[in-house]
């Protein structure tokens, strides 16, 4: 029988920028997610940390590299599809038309 792979991801807010609560849950939620879908004979864990980082046990050489470059992606395609996001997070984008708009108006 193979050694069962443990994967252990600590997330880090700052990845995503200013984020509330809810939505930092959603982006673990969804990592977690698709962390099991992706190897589901594995125990996975997604904590929170300062800095993001992986810990990877009952797996070596290149296939912890192939599983560090696969995680790495999938953070990266979760990030940006931003399907955590509140839909209501357009409000910089929204204040920054405002300000071009008033800039304009000046003019």
Do not use: H
């Amino acid at each position: 029988m193979a050694p069962k792979i443990s994967i252990t991801y600590s997330a880090s807010r700052d990845l995503l920028g200013m984020v509330s609560e809810e939505e930092y849950q959603r982006f673990k939620d969804q990592l977690l997610e698709a962390f099991q879908e992706e190897w589901p004979d594995a125990t996975v864990v997604v904590d929170d940390d300062e800095e993001a980082f992986l810990d990877l046990d009952g797996i070596s050489g290149q296939a912890e590299q192939d599983v560090r470059d696969r995680v790495e992606d999938i953070v990266s395609d979760i990030v940006e599809t931003a399907a955590w996001q509140d839909e209501d997070d357009d409000f910089f984008e929204e204040e920054d038309e405002r300000d071009d708009e008033t800039e304009e108006d000046e003019y």
